[in-house]
């Protein structure tokens, strides 16, 4: 790859790039199809057009539109967006069969950019590829403002003109399906003098949204992010400390304690940074500088609020962050470079103040991202009332925050149901396909027909519960339907592992009316395990979830990471490997040596044993854990050795 001549040229172009100003050689087009009007420059020698759109009022950071449209023999087209090739942000894009694919890039020297994870594209109609020519028409967040090589923050002037540029390639990228495939030197480059001012439309937001693609048109493949190496785990983390409890890990694997002293961290989100935010319970969200090494760098309160407990989300564009408390959910303006927020707003209100169940966990839909899923568990161990989907509890309900009302939703008279009849849903992840995936905390103290089976039943369930797009009045079994996980515990009738039961049955409620009534879980996990995190691995291969342990069960059980194997079926669906009647679906990856000298109380209390939390997988694979014992509390680290 030639990279370095092509940078020879682009260094060139970067010396006097910002120095030499002309007439604005772009003009306003307006495109039948979208409805967009672009402030547009075509350039004669390549064949190429470049559109841009903003919004009218122009505050730093602002979102634009890039529309690219060159000829077949155009393998690849670069759009500079300082007008130079170092030092700015690139959005580079190539033909891919019948669609387009489109690349944020930084180029910091000579060589070939690099993908930039401070800018991102959503692709919108238009996008396409014929006989003749390719376009690419995308959203683009985070390429009109960036940090100079002299670390001051740069922005994009909407109002005035500026200078762009463009380069060509005329040999194929690697692999066009990719947004980070490699490409080769340019035959080409140029730059021209454009009008932003004309670029601004009044109806930014709204054609936005009309014209959105409801899923990328371009993507890794899987078997792609599979064959990637996944950055090495360090061996220590300065200032971490020793683990305040010895674990044992799976053959191949490798963990490491990267930070200690924590008041009971819960949730992790990464931002489009690859920055970490962590939830500590009662204390509120820390903001965490990651080195690459995985290690952090620095760390400081990012949001004091004590109230916060353990739910956390990003926006997709990664503007706008998300955190709930017991009864309530806010959002707060997001500066992932600087680590700042704004004012708080109210979002959701009116969930129970009180219960058994005390968290409330919170997910942004990737391909809906107006969507927010909440999860809300129920008020007692068997909460009756939770059997009418409309009291909102055992449930998960999902809110549009484009219709956010004033004062925000009440939760239970707003929203709409995913699904209801679930306990505890504390742990929901998204798929591949953008279709949710939950953990249940199922029930304690359990009898059937006044004999007691609770010591290993009901079983914990993960739960498919699909398209959160479109309302889900679906019944998941609580608080009535269970799950058998010992047969053996069972001395009325014969069961076997993923059956349905009831505690007492009767003529109206029985094993059988389960079966033709609720939804069965996807796969069952040990009893009292209390699973409350769960996340994919990049081509959903794999499922990690954690469990908080139990606290009535003697001997008690869980504090520990598992994995389930996942298949991706013939249909494109993801389902787990192992049969809901197996109780080995689970595999130990991280727990602790002697589970007998863990003790648990719920959320609260923890001592004896290193007890596993929130979970999230950062941009170079790497899985990251809390441990949320309620003194001196760790982040851990953890990958394949």
Same mark, same amino acid.
């Given at each position: 790859?030639?990279?370095?001549?092509?940078?020879?040229?682009?260094?060139?172009?970067?010396?006097?790039?910002?120095?030499?100003?002309?007439?604005?050689?772009?003009?306003?087009?307006?495109?039948?199809?979208?409805?967009?009007?672009?402030?547009?420059?075509?350039?004669?020698?390549?064949?190429?057009?470049?559109?841009?759109?903003?919004?009218? $009022?122009?505050?730093?950071?602002?979102?634009?539109?890039?529309?690219?449209?060159?000829?077949?023999?155009?393998?690849?087209? %670069?759009?500079?967006?300082?007008?130079?090739?170092?030092?700015?942000?690139?959005?580079?894009?190539?033909?891919? #069969?019948?669609?387009?694919?489109?690349?944020? &890039?930084?180029?910091?020297?000579?060589?070939?950019?690099?993908?930039?994870?401070?800018?991102?594209?959503?692709?919108?109609?238009?996008?396409?590829?014929?006989?003749? !020519?390719?376009?690419?028409? @995308?959203?683009?967040?985070?390429?009109?403002?960036?940090?100079?090589?002299? /670390?001051?923050?740069?922005?994009?002037?909407?109002? %005035?003109?500026?200078?762009? *540029?463009?380069?060509?390639?005329?040999?194929?990228?690697?692999?066009?399906?990719?947004?980070?495939?490699?490409?080769?030197?340019?035959?080409?480059?140029?730059?021209?003098? !454009?009008?932003?001012?004309?670029?601004?439309?009044? /109806?930014?937001?709204?054609?936005?949204?009309?014209?959105?693609?409801?899923?990328?048109?371009?993507?890794?493949?899987?078997?792609?992010? @599979?064959?990637?190496?996944?950055?090495?785990?360090?061996?220590?983390?300065?200032?971490?400390?020793?683990?305040?409890?010895?674990?044992?890990?799976?053959?191949?694997?490798?963990?490491?304690?990267?930070?200690?002293?924590?008041?009971?961290? &819960?949730?992790?989100?990464?931002?489009?940074?690859?920055?970490?935010?962590?939830?500590?319970?009662?204390?509120?969200?820390?903001?965490?500088?990651?080195?690459?090494? %995985?290690?952090?760098?620095?760390?400081?309160?990012?949001?004091?609020?004590?109230?916060?407990?353990?739910?956390?989300?990003?926006?997709?564009?990664?503007?706008?962050?998300?955190?709930?408390?017991?009864?309530?959910?806010?959002?707060?303006?997001?500066? *992932?470079?600087?680590?700042?927020?704004?004012?708080?707003?109210?979002?959701?209100?009116?969930?129970?103040?009180?219960?058994?169940?005390?968290?409330?966990?919170?997910?942004?839909?990737?391909?809906?991202?107006?969507?927010?899923?909440?999860?809300?568990?129920?008020?007692?161990?068997?909460?009756?009332?939770?059997?009418?989907?409309?009291?909102?509890?055992?449930?998960?309900?999902?809110?549009?925050?484009?219709?956010?009302?004033? %004062?925000?939703?009440?939760?239970?008279?707003?929203?709409?149901?995913?699904?209801?009849?679930? &306990?505890?849903?504390?742990?929901?992840?998204?798929?591949?396909?953008?279709?949710?995936?939950?953990?249940?905390?199922?029930?304690?103290?359990?009898?059937?027909?006044?004999? /007691?089976? !609770?010591?290993?039943?009901?079983?914990?369930?993960?739960?498919?519960?699909?398209?959160?797009?479109?309302? $889900?009045?679906?019944?998941?079994?609580?608080?009535?339907?269970?799950?058998?996980?010992?047969?053996?515990?069972?001395?009325?009738?014969?069961?076997?592992?993923?059956?349905?039961?009831?505690?007492?049955?009767?003529?109206?409620? $029985? /094993?059988?009316?389960?079966?033709?009534?609720?939804?069965?879980?996807?796969?069952?996990?040990?009893?009292?395990?209390?699973?409350?995190?769960?996340?994919?691995?990049?081509?959903?291969?794999?499922?990690?979830?954690?469990?908080?342990?139990?606290?009535?069960?003697?001997?008690?059980?869980?504090?520990?990471?598992?994995?389930?194997?996942?298949?991706?079926? *013939?249909?494109?669906?993801?389902?787990?490997?192992?049969?809901?009647?197996?109780?080995?679906?689970?595999?130990?990856?991280?727990?602790?040596?002697?589970?007998?000298?863990?003790?648990?109380?719920?959320?609260?209390?923890?001592?004896?044993?290193?007890?596993?939390?929130?979970?999230?997988?950062?941009?170079? #694979?790497?899985?990251?854990?809390?441990?949320?014992?309620?003194?001196?509390?760790?982040?851990?680290?953890?990958?394949?050795?």
């Amino acid at each position: 790859m030639r990279s370095v001549q092509y940078f020879g040229s682009a260094l060139v172009l970067a010396s006097y790039a910002f120095t030499v100003y002309g007439k604005p050689a772009s003009s306003k087009v307006c495109d039948k199809e979208t409805k967009i009007c672009y402030s547009s420059y075509s350039d004669a020698e390549s064949g190429m057009t470049f559109g841009i759109a903003i919004p009218k $009022n122009v505050t730093d950071p602002y979102d634009a539109i890039i529309k690219i449209t060159a000829p077949i023999n155009n393998t690849w087209a %670069g759009f500079s967006w300082g007008g130079q090739m170092v030092w700015n942000p690139l959005s580079v894009a190539w033909p891919n #069969g019948k669609s387009g694919t489109i690349s944020a &890039r930084f180029a910091f020297g000579i060589g070939l950019p690099q993908p930039y994870d401070q800018a991102e594209h959503k692709y919108l109609k238009g996008t396409k590829t014929n006989a003749t !020519h390719w376009t690419v028409n @995308a959203l683009c967040s985070g390429c009109t403002g960036w940090q100079s090589n002299e /670390d001051e923050r740069y922005v994009l002037n909407g109002t %005035g003109t500026t200078q762009f *540029a463009w380069a060509y390639g005329t040999s194929a990228v690697e692999d066009p399906a990719r947004n980070d495939s490699a490409f080769n030197v340019h035959a080409a480059w140029g730059k021209w003098t !454009h009008d932003l001012n004309a670029a601004r439309i009044d /109806d930014f937001a709204t054609l936005v949204k009309k014209n959105l693609l409801t899923a990328p048109v371009a993507a890794p493949k899987p078997s792609t992010l @599979a064959s990637r190496a996944v950055a090495a785990i360090p061996a220590s983390c300065s200032g971490a400390g020793s683990p305040s409890f010895q674990g044992v890990l799976a053959s191949g694997w490798k963990a490491t304690k990267i930070a200690g002293g924590l008041t009971s961290p &819960r949730s992790i989100q990464f931002d489009t940074a690859g920055n970490m935010l962590v939830v500590q319970s009662g204390k509120g969200i820390t903001y965490y500088v990651m080195g690459e090494d %995985g290690c952090p760098k620095s760390n400081k309160q990012l949001v004091a609020l004590n109230s916060l407990n353990h739910g956390i989300a990003l926006s997709v564009d990664g503007k706008t962050l998300y955190a709930s408390s017991m009864t309530q959910a806010y959002s707060w303006p997001y500066d *992932a470079a600087a680590g700042t927020v704004g004012t708080r707003t109210t979002i959701i209100t009116g969930m129970v103040n009180g219960g058994s169940h005390l968290t409330r966990t919170l997910a942004i839909t990737p391909h809906q991202p107006n969507l927010l899923v909440v999860s809300h568990g129920s008020n007692a161990n068997i909460d009756t009332a939770a059997s009418d989907k409309a009291t909102a509890r055992a449930i998960v309900k999902v809110f549009d925050l484009s219709k956010l009302p004033s %004062g925000g939703y009440n939760y239970v008279s707003g929203g709409y149901n995913a699904g209801y009849g679930m &306990r505890n849903e504390v742990g929901i992840t998204f798929d591949n396909n953008n279709l949710l995936w939950g953990v249940e905390n199922s029930g304690d103290d359990f009898k059937r027909n006044g004999k /007691d089976i !609770h010591q290993n039943n009901p079983s914990e369930k993960l739960h498919f519960i699909g398209d959160v797009t479109k309302p $889900n009045d679906q019944w998941f079994g609580y608080p009535t339907c269970f799950i058998v996980w010992q047969p053996s515990d069972f001395t009325d009738k014969a069961f076997q592992v993923g059956d349905w039961f009831v505690q007492t049955p009767s003529t109206s409620m $029985n /094993d059988d009316t389960c079966k033709a009534q609720a939804v069965k879980p996807a796969l069952t996990l040990f009893p009292h395990s209390a699973p409350i995190d769960l996340k994919f691995d990049a081509n959903n291969t794999n499922l990690y979830v954690t469990y908080h342990g139990s606290w009535n069960r003697n001997p008690t059980t869980g504090f520990k990471l598992v994995e389930v194997a996942f298949t991706k079926g *013939a249909d494109g669906q993801y389902k787990p490997t192992a049969p809901i009647t197996s109780t080995t679906g689970a595999k130990d990856i991280f727990w602790n040596p002697d589970v007998t000298k863990c003790a648990g109380n719920g959320p609260s209390f923890s001592s004896g044993c290193f007890r596993p939390a929130g979970l999230a997988f950062d941009k170079a #694979g790497r899985l990251f854990m809390t441990s949320d014992t309620s003194s001196n509390g760790e982040l851990w680290i953890l990958g394949k050795a």
